[in-house]
């Protein structure tokens, strides 16, 4: 018999699997990871109690830099927003807590109805078409919208601005290679004369960097040369700013975890997607509809669902196997309780800030404002110092801000190397003066960090 209560492999399986593979144990399938990686030790000493582990990790834990420890200017993709404290409570009610896939409608009303609020929801917001029940994230979301315009424009050419969220581009690069597509980074500025011979143009609308930008120029060019516009949007903007459908994008798409979702060390988050009505078929992931049944009472079902699970692989358009519904239901529920002015009011109050913020520290001798137009909620501060060596600094005096020349490995080789500052909501006057003096003021410490 197995030893292993959860695996039914007895040991022959498993020396038949190894002997068709190929290899004498499973050790040898290892071989690209360090010897002294694979079975790390834990730093929990031999014999300890249940509350002694739980001290030890608490102590560990509280050696880390949280969130809300400090001043915190992070941002971008991932942003930390007030969560109203009737989101969890009925987001996280056992109906759509413990709620599996909603395969069998009449057993699903529930979920399906929650599903389809955030849809008509998040279409409202981003005045596009359709929105699916969400992807895996935002980075996920854009690589998918970019394997869908190859597919409705038969090209294999992505183009996509250098100024779209570094992870976001990474994930495309890595979703690019099984099919083989050709992927294309340029500058922003310049996407527009890239389109020629591309199956879509990807930008990002406020930028990494916060910059506005001109997408209906960029879409205008896509569309002139037989592309597609796909538009990377986060859902605050979207409460201020002209919509991605207003703008002219094919597919909009970004990051939902500001709306009522906690940060959680990076997920689980809500990959959104919405695109114009006619190319729905080559929709990723999840529709749910709103229909009758054969009495004339209102129903949801699930409309859509092209996927590898309910059809043959060669005509799914993703393998993605969840649709994140509780992520999607708790940002429902977020902006249902927020309504449209709520939601202004959250995305104004960071603007507000950032704008205030922007002026005092391009007042600091020595650092300037780097974006090269306008901005939204968050912008780039150039520093005479550095912007890595700036962040350190603040760092150690408990600020947190995010180094470019840290992740756009493309801007540190153009020479760029600043912060970025998010504002939301949730920053306090506090926070601001603590930066603005920090680096106006700069610590011992961060002194020190700068001579180096």
Same mark, same amino acid.
């Given at each position: 018999?197995?030893? *292993?209560?959860?695996?039914? $492999?007895?040991?022959?399986?498993?020396?038949?699997?190894?002997?068709?593979?190929?290899?004498?144990?499973?050790?040898?399938?290892?071989?690209?990871?360090?010897?002294?990686?694979?079975?790390?030790?834990?730093?929990?000493?031999?014999?300890?109690? +249940?509350?002694?582990?739980?001290?030890?990790?608490?102590?560990?834990?509280?050696?880390?830099?949280?969130?809300?420890?400090? %001043?915190?200017?992070?941002?971008?993709?991932?942003?930390?927003?007030?969560?109203?404290?009737?989101?969890?409570?009925?987001?996280?009610?056992?109906?759509?807590?413990?709620?599996?896939?909603?395969?069998?409608?009449?057993?699903?009303?529930?979920?399906?109805?929650?599903?389809?609020?955030?849809?008509?929801?998040?279409?409202?917001?981003?005045?596009?078409?359709? @929105? *699916?029940?969400?992807?895996?994230?935002?980075?996920?979301?854009?690589?998918?919208?970019?394997?869908?315009?190859?597919?409705?424009?038969?090209?294999?050419?992505?183009?996509?601005?250098?100024?779209?969220?570094?992870?976001?581009?990474?994930?495309?690069?890595?979703?690019?290679?099984?099919?083989?597509?050709?992927?294309?980074?340029?500058?922003?500025?310049? #996407?527009?004369?890239?389109?020629?011979?591309?199956?879509?143009?990807?930008?990002?609308?406020?930028?990494?960097?916060?910059?506005?930008?001109?997408?209906?120029?960029?879409?205008?060019?896509?569309?002139?040369?037989?592309?597609?516009?796909?538009?990377?949007?986060? %859902?605050?903007?979207?409460?201020?700013?002209?919509?991605?459908?207003? #703008?002219?994008?094919?597919?909009?798409?970004?990051?939902?975890?500001?709306?009522?979702?906690?940060?959680?060390?990076?997920?689980?988050?809500?990959?959104?997607?919405?695109?114009?009505?006619?190319?729905?078929?080559?929709?990723?992931?999840?529709?749910?509809?709103?229909?009758?049944?054969? *009495?004339?009472?209102?129903?949801?079902?699930?409309?859509?669902?092209?996927? +590898?699970?309910?059809?043959? &692989?060669?005509?799914?358009?993703?393998?993605?196997?969840?649709?994140?519904?509780?992520?999607?239901?708790?940002?429902?529920?977020?902006?249902?309780? #927020?309504?449209? +002015?709520?939601?202004?009011?959250?995305?104004?109050?960071?603007?507000? &800030?950032?704008?205030?913020?922007?002026?005092?520290?391009?007042?600091?001798? =020595? $650092?300037?404002?780097?974006?090269?137009?306008?901005?939204?909620?968050?912008?780039?501060?150039?520093?005479?110092?550095?912007?890595?060596?700036?962040?350190?600094?603040?760092?150690?005096? =408990?600020?947190?801000?995010?180094?470019?020349?840290?992740?756009? @490995?493309?801007?540190? &080789?153009?020479?760029?190397?600043?912060?970025?500052?998010?504002?939301?909501?949730?920053?306090?006057?506090?926070?601001?003066?603590?930066?603005?003096?920090?680096?106006?003021?700069?610590?011992?410490?961060?002194?020190? @960090?700068?001579?180096?």
């Amino acid at each position: 018999m197995n030893s *292993n209560p959860y695996s039914p $492999h007895t040991p022959e399986d498993r020396e038949a699997m190894l002997a068709r593979v190929g290899v004498r144990d499973v050790d040898e399938l290892l071989g690209a990871i360090p010897k002294d990686a694979r079975y790390p030790k834990l730093g929990v000493g031999a014999g300890m109690s +249940e509350i002694e582990v739980q001290a030890h990790l608490e102590r560990l834990a509280a050696m880390n830099t949280t969130a809300g420890s400090g %001043p915190f200017f992070i941002g971008g993709a991932i942003q930390r927003r007030y969560i109203p404290a009737a989101v969890p409570a009925l987001a996280l009610r056992g109906e759509f807590l413990t709620a599996y896939t909603p395969y069998q409608p009449e057993v699903s009303q529930g979920t399906l109805q929650a599903v389809w609020e955030y849809q008509s929801l998040m279409a409202e917001l981003l005045a596009m078409d359709v @929105v *699916n029940s969400s992807m895996y994230d935002g980075a996920s979301a854009t690589a998918e919208a970019a394997l869908m315009a190859v597919r409705l424009t038969g090209r294999t050419k992505v183009v996509v601005g250098t100024e779209v969220d570094f992870t976001y581009r990474r994930t495309l690069r890595t979703y690019a290679r099984g099919p083989e597509l050709e992927v294309v980074e340029t500058p922003t500025a310049q #996407l527009a004369t890239a389109a020629t011979g591309s199956a879509c143009l990807v930008v990002q609308h406020p930028d990494a960097f916060g910059t506005l930008v001109d997408v209906r120029t960029i879409a205008d060019a896509a569309h002139a040369a037989g592309a597609l516009c796909v538009q990377v949007t986060e %859902p605050h903007a979207c409460a201020l700013l002209e919509p991605p459908g207003a #703008l002219g994008a094919d597919i909009a798409v970004g990051e939902g975890q500001p709306l009522g979702i906690a940060m959680s060390y990076g997920g689980p988050h809500l990959g959104i997607f919405a695109c114009r009505e006619p190319l729905v078929r080559q929709m990723p992931g999840r529709i749910a509809g709103q229909t009758v049944d054969a *009495n004339g009472t209102r129903g949801f079902v699930n409309t859509l669902q092209t996927r +590898e699970q309910h059809i043959r &692989r060669e005509k799914a358009t993703s393998n993605i196997c969840t649709n994140e519904a509780l992520a999607a239901i708790t940002a429902a529920v977020y902006l249902s309780l #927020l309504g449209p +002015e709520g939601l202004r009011a959250a995305a104004r109050a960071g603007v507000t &800030r950032a704008h205030a913020l922007a002026k005092r520290l391009a007042a600091i001798p =020595g $650092h300037a404002i780097a974006n090269n137009g306008p901005f939204f909620d968050r912008f780039t501060l150039s520093s005479e110092t550095g912007g890595w060596e700036l962040r350190s600094a603040l760092l150690a005096r =408990g600020i947190q801000v995010e180094a470019t020349a840290s992740h756009y @490995v493309d801007g540190r &080789r153009r020479g760029r190397d600043d912060v970025i500052v998010q504002c939301t909501e949730l920053t306090t006057e506090a926070d601001e003066d603590a930066l603005v003096d920090a680096i106006a003021k700069p610590s011992r410490a961060g002194e020190a @960090v700068a001579a180096r």
